[in-house]
């Protein structure tokens, strides 16, 4: 069985950086450097955000499009977060057209080139059994950001975020993938988190959610795992006391001493594929990208990954993993 390679990618809209960071022009073939960074990554699915539909600034480009190309994808799904263009410092000039939620797909190429778009996007070489889509509304307030090309913090407002889930066809059964964009607003990101794991509830494990969740250390899988263990009923008193009673007689002996703990299988929790820095990509510091997985064994993951490519201000991050 071949390990499967699942990567998660916010792209800066493609944007080419320098060696220190700083933004590039693009080419006269805009769509190029995105091409080649994808390619490079040999996935088999990939989640992308920050994802440019027709927006001048990335020459007009469908990004999606560019990518599942690129790595050859047998299915895709872009989620318009929003309608409209970038605003001159940050933000967004909305779409007068009421946008709400849009997915498009490979049948959609070259289709609504006059309402450029911006959001999420997920990829599959494998075939999809089932897509899913929902869209998050922003947070009340924004907060203060650095922004690639300009010094020190602009106050940045937040911006609607959209999640796909694809149900996947694996050589062992199906499992469940998961491309997300969180909020940078504190709090509002883990309400968002939580929001995907009971949306995907009904949906066939393993699970694995991607992105660039705006979440640093364990805070992720705490989320996840707290979110899972909300959808659990509550056992009854009865219950409860059944299972203390069964739980001493087994590990009561003669004299009350107890028994040595039997060692048996243990349900795995939500746990990161892979621990390594993505942001900033000239100098990665911080893990704000991740691939978070239940119902994965760790002995299934192999290479773990974070290359340099020559777009974005955040590091793609790729997982082997044997499904």
Request: net charge positive; hydrophobic share 45%.
């Amino acid at each position: 069985m071949s390990p499967l390679r699942i990567a998660t990618f916010n792209l800066l809209h493609g944007q080419p950086l320098a060696a220190d960071g700083s933004p590039l022009p693009y080419p006269t073939e805009a769509a190029e450097p995105l091409h080649e960074a994808i390619a490079a990554l040999d996935a088999d699915v990939l989640a992308l955000q920050e994802v440019d539909r027709h927006q001048q600034r990335s020459g007009l480009a469908d990004q999606t499009a560019v990518a599942a190309k690129a790595m050859d994808a047998a299915d895709w799904r872009f989620a318009a977060a929003l309608h409209g263009r970038p605003a001159p410092v940050a933000g967004w000039l909305r779409d007068p057209e009421p946008d709400g939620l849009r997915v498009y797909g490979p049948q959609d190429l070259g289709a609504a080139a006059d309402r450029p778009s911006y959001g999420t996007a997920l990829l599959s070489r494998l075939p999809v059994r089932h897509w899913r889509a929902r869209r998050f509304a922003p947070a009340p307030f924004g907060l203060p950001l650095r922004v690639a090309g300009r010094r020190g913090l602009t106050p940045v407002p937040d911006e609607p975020r959209a999640a796909l889930a694809a149900v996947l066809a694996g050589e062992q059964g199906e499992f469940t993938v998961v491309a997300t964009h969180l909020s940078f607003v504190p709090g509002w990101n883990m309400a968002q988190l939580a929001g995907i794991r009971r949306w995907i509830a009904d949906l066939p494990r393993p699970y694995l959610v991607l992105g660039d969740f705006n979440l640093v250390g364990p805070v992720p899988r705490t989320v996840l795992g707290s979110a899972t263990a909300l959808d659990r009923a509550p056992a009854s008193p009865r219950r409860i006391r059944e299972l203390r009673a069964a739980r001493h007689a087994r590990g009561a002996l003669p004299g009350g001493r107890r028994r040595g703990r039997e060692v048996g299988p243990r349900l795995q929790g939500w746990h990161d594929l892979a621990r390594t820095p993505t942001y900033p990509s000239h100098r990665p510091a911080v893990q704000f990208d991740h691939v978070l997985a239940v119902g994965v064994p760790r002995t299934a993951v192999g290479l773990v990954a974070a290359p340099r490519v020559g777009v974005s201000d955040h590091r793609p991050l790729l997982v082997e993993v044997e499904l």
